[in-house]
C-alpha cells in the first residue's frame, strides 16, 4: 500500500542553521506530495505541495522538489528561525483515491535562539 | 467562512459511554474527511465523504464508529461504548474536487479523552 517515511525527530538547530528534513515515499502511481506543519496549539496548515516529477513546492523560505527517480520529497530551509519550531509532516495523495492523504509520522522541529 | 470548524475541542468521557463529534467543512468544499492522531504519530485515515456519501472507511473505524453527512454539509463521528485506546485527537477535513489533488484543509481538531 501507498506509505510516508521521514525523518524522525525531535531535530534541534540554532537559529540560521541549514535545516533538511528526509521524506522518502511508496506509492503505486504518480502522487501529489505535501508538507504540512503544525505549530503549538494549531491546526494542520498546509506548508507546500508539488504535483508532479521535477515540481518545485515553496512557501516561507522552505523547499522540496519532488524525485521520482529516489521517491523522495525532502524539506529543506536555507536559515530556520525560532518561529519554525513545529511538527512537520510528509504527506501524499494519490490521484485514484479521492484526494485521501496518507501522513508520515511528523518530525518535531526546535530552534534555538 | 473561516475554515474547518470542529465542535467541542475538548471532551473527556467515561469508559463505556458514548461521544458525538461535529465537523462544519467549509461552504463549498464538497469532499470531507476524518481522520484520527494519537501522540506523537501523523494522522491515520478514518472515513471520506463526498457530498453525503461516504465512499470509504478505513478498517480502523470499527463499529463502534459510524460517520454522517446527512446534507452533505456539516458531518458527525461517533463513538459507542468508548475505550481509552480511544483517546485522540479526530481530525476534520474538507477539499474542493475542482482541481485534481487540491489540498486539504484541516480544522483544529477534538481531543478525546477517556478516562
Known amino acids: 500500500g501507498n506509505s510516508v517515511t521521514q525523518m524522525e525527530g525531535p531535530v534541534t538547530l540554532s537559529e540560521e542553521a541549514f535545516l533538511t528534513i528526509n521524506c522518502t515515499y511508496t506509492?503505486?502511481?504518480?502522487?501529489?506530495l505535501f508538507w504540512y506543519v503544525q505549530y503549538p496549539g494549531e491546526g494542520l496548515q498546509l506548508l507546500l505541495k508539488?504535483?508532479?516529477?521535477?515540481d518545485k513546492g515553496s512557501n516561507k523560505g522552505f523547499e522540496a522538489t519532488y524525485r521520482k527517480e529516489t521517491t523522495s520529497f525532502h524539506l529543506e530551509k536555507g536559515s530556520v528561525q525560532v518561529s519554525d519550531s513545529a511538527v512537520y509532516f510528509c504527506?501524499?495523495?494519490?490521484?485514484?483515491?479521492?484526494?485521501?492523504?496518507?501522513f508520515g509520522s511528523g518530525t518535531r522541529l526546535s530552534i534555538r535562539p | 467562512d473561516t475554515g474547518v470548524s470542529q465542535n467541542p475541542r475538548h471532551k473527556i468521557t467515561k469508559r463505556g459511554q458514548n461521544v458525538t463529534f461535529r465537523c462544519d467543512p467549509i461552504?463549498?468544499?464538497?469532499?470531507l474527511y476524518w481522520y484520527r492522531q494519537t501522540l506523537g504519530q501523523g494522522p491515520e485515515f478514518l472515513t471520506y465523504?463526498?457530498?453525503?456519501?461516504?465512499?470509504?472507511k478505513s478498517r480502523l473505524l470499527s463499529d463502534r464508529f459510524s460517520a454522517e453527512r446527512p446534507k452533505g454539509s456539516f458531518s458527525t463521528l461517533e463513538i459507542q461504548r468508548t475505550e481509552q485506546g480511544d483517546s485522540a485527537m479526530y481530525l476534520c477535513?474538507?477539499?474542493?474536487?475542482?482541481?485534481?489533488?487540491?489540498?486539504?484543509?484541516f480544522g483544529q481538531g477534538t481531543r478525546l479523552t477517556v478516562v
Open positions: 508539488a504535483t508532479k516529477a521535477d
Open positions: 461552504s463549498e468544499h464538497n469532499r
Open positions: 506509492a503505486t502511481g504518480y502522487p501529489s
Open positions: 465523504f463526498q457530498n453525503e456519501a461516504q465512499l470509504e
Open positions: 477535513a474538507s477539499s474542493s474536487p475542482r482541481t485534481m489533488n487540491t489540498e486539504a484543509f
Open positions: 504527506a501524499l495523495s494519490e490521484k485514484s483515491s479521492a484526494s485521501k492523504i496518507i
